[in-house]
């Protein structure tokens, strides 16, 4: 006889979750590929990436064109530089993993009794398209959103160094100063 296997709550809602989020992104790669502007913001992203010279852990400031901090720009363009030709497929796929472990992160917060209850929350924040498309398109959106999740379940858990190490991972991956007023 076969033993039934029981599926925890949470492991329900994340694969909801999970299915969602690739039913969306096919949704947004063949549908609308221009969905909230990150397919263009992109562009600014790799050339940025590219720009970033590892050797040094250096970055020219003078034609800066994304809302991020110097330090992830050059994290993921050492990527670049250890990946080389393969560098976008790495990349797609280090963003496809970020948005699937945020996708994970939400059910852990969520810690549902019942996945039912839950599902519409997860079927919101995985279908989103704004959530969905810039982990097609690498911009800072995608790892923004998971160093936020990190630091609410460490800080909801208690977790004090999770939380200091994806404090500074939020703030060295997005930042609202502008280069323009940088230089002014």
Known sequence: MGRMIKISEEKKLVGLGIVIYFVSAFLVFFLNPELGGARSDSSFYLKMFSAANPRNFSISLNNYQVATSPIYIVIVGTLQWIFGIFFSIALHILYVSFALASI?????????????????????????????????????????????????????????????????????????????????
Request: charged share 10%.
């Open 104 to 184: 994970t992160i939400f059910g852990k917060i969520l810690a549902p009794s019942n996945w039912l209850t839950y599902a519409p929350l997860m079927i919101l924040f995985a279908g989103s398209g704004y959530f969905v498309a810039p982990s097609i398109w690498p911009t800072s959106d995608t790892p923004s959103l998971l160093f936020v999740l990190l630091c609410l379940i460490s800080f909801l858990r208690k977790k004090e160094l999770l939380l200091t190490v994806s404090s500074f991972l939020l703030v060295s991956t997005r930042s609202e100063e502008h280069t323009s007023e940088l230089q002014s």
